[in-house]
């Protein structure tokens, strides 16, 4: 690591500081990400522009990586913990200049279920690839949900379980969100150990996600059809 600690970040031009954040978001350090977020936005850098070539590009790598079974989750949640550190020194500015988002999410862990590794690691994925999450945590009845879709009024909602025995509540949440016909109002993506795609159709959602990179993915896949059925219609 000597070579990291002589590396003065304030000498790095914008393209090789930015190349350089890619490369300490992969190895997660948390402190010089901090330092490179404030040194951009002193260079006069618009704060989304700072989330969108910096943080995000550098998390896409992660999540390629991740996806390909070369960096694996305590990896992952080491860079997802550095993106957050520059996220917290970005969030207020990029609310101040109402920068776009890509979309908003609520997710949270059903009820009798314990488990949030897995969600935790979609939320912070999310937010590094531009998304607003709302993250319920664990144990949530249907009620934490609709509460949730009424006040955030999100793009997705997010339902993770890790056990057979949580699984089917996903189900009683999509029946409520039908019931007060709003189902089709939102994309409801699922994902958790024991899920696989069968299930995912079998109960209405509208997709299950293998992992944290695949939920992305297909995230910003429904936000862009969403986006080109607004187009079409406007």
């Not at 000498?11 to 490179?36: C, F, K, S, T, W």
């Not at 776009?100 to 949270?108: N, S, T």
């Amino acid at each position: 690591m000597s070579e990291e600690d002589d590396l003065d970040l304030n000498e790095l031009d914008d393209d090789e500081l930015v190349q350089q954040m890619h490369d300490d978001l992969y190895d997660g350090l948390r402190e010089e990400i901090d330092e490179a977020v404030n040194i951009l936005l002193g260079r006069g850098w618009v704060p989304y522009d700072v989330l969108t070539k910096a943080l995000v590009e550098g998390m896409r790598i992660v999540g390629i990586d991740f996806r390909d079974g070369i960096l694996f989750v305590p990896e992952v949640l080491l860079a997802a913990n550095a993106m957050k550190a520059g996220m917290a020194i970005l969030r207020p500015l990029l609310i101040e200049t109402g920068a776009p988002r890509l979309g908003k999410m609520v997710i949270g862990t059903v009820k009798g279920d314990i488990h949030d590794i897995g969600k935790n690691l979609v939320g912070m994925m999310m937010e590094g690839a531009g998304f607003e999450v709302i993250n319920l945590g664990i144990n949530n009845p249907v009620e934490n949900y609709l509460e949730a879709i009424e006040e955030h009024e999100p793009d997705i909602l997010g339902m993770s379980a890790l056990l057979t025995t949580t699984m089917p509540y996903m189900k009683v949440v999509i029946d409520a969100m039908k019931e007060k016909g709003i189902r089709d109002d939102y994309v409801v993506l699922v994902g958790g150990a024991p899920l696989n795609e069968e299930f995912a159709t079998a109960i209405g959602a509208d997709a299950y996600c293998r992992d944290a990179a695949v939920a992305v993915e297909t995230a910003k896949e429904f936000m862009a059809r969403k986006h080109n059925q607004m187009a079409a219609s406007a």
